[in-house]
């Protein structure tokens, strides 16, 4: 059987979802919250360690100006509900991408929440904010580029934000859409890729568990036969 160290996670279609329920994006993305405590608390329970997130894409500032100030209110106020009980939990939160543009407040915010869980080892949480892969690379060649180093695997790798964490063994992607849309595309190299039709509000305990019995029955070969 497959051990799983990681998963990877994109949570599209609470936008649907609030249309089609609720006639409200928003209330789409508040929905998807819930489905989001439903899995970590899954992947504490088949003690995979690391747990990663797509929560906003470089791509995303496209979106009306009101959904995104939503969003980051949404988890402002995730973050102050929640900080407390993962550090009690032994959860580490990690955030990927540049927050440099978010507004101070935010910012401080979810850098003391790293802060506060830098030593928790039972899950770590990687909240991919502001990020895109392709930006990920290039800012990583231009780091080696300024420091004159040579461009190889281990220093490329060196140079990620994911740097230091194991590259995933599952990616998931719910809303019944298949693309990466610009998500760790270098770590996925060799990750099993789930395309899930249910909308991320609808997508359950019992859905993620039936992926992760599927994966561990997979024979990965990496080029070999």
Do not use: C
Request: glycine letters at 4%.
């Amino acid at each position: 059987m497959n051990p799983v160290k990681h998963v990877a996670i994109i949570m599209d279609g609470n936008g649907r979802w609030g249309i089609k329920y609720k006639k409200s994006r928003n209330l789409g993305h508040k929905a998807g919250l819930k489905t989001v405590e439903r899995i970590i608390k899954s992947t504490i329970k088949n003690k995979i360690k690391y747990l990663t997130l797509y929560a906003f894409s470089t791509e995303n500032w496209k979106r009306p100006k009101s959904e995104i100030k939503f969003l980051f209110t949404l988890l402002d106020t995730f973050i102050d509900q929640k900080i407390d009980e993962f550090n009690k939990q032994n959860i580490k939160l990690k955030i990927i991408g540049n927050i440099s543009v978010l507004n101070n407040k935010l910012k401080n915010k979810l850098q003391r929440s790293e802060n506060i869980t830098k030593t928790n080892n039972r899950l770590q949480i990687n909240l991919a904010l502001n990020y895109g892969s392709k930006t990920e690379l290039l800012n990583a060649f231009k780091k080696l580029n300024k420091k004159k180093q040579n461009i190889n695997v281990k220093n490329i790798e060196k140079n990620l934000y994911t740097s230091n964490i194991p590259d995933p063994d599952i990616l998931i992607r719910t809303g019944n859409t298949n693309r990466l849309s610009n998500f760790l595309l270098w770590q996925m190299a060799y990750s099993e890729i789930f395309f899930e039709k249910k909308l991320w509000p609808d997508f359950k305990e019992n859905d993620y568990n039936k992926i992760l019995k599927k994966f561990r029955k997979i024979k990965r070969n990496y080029g070999n036969i």
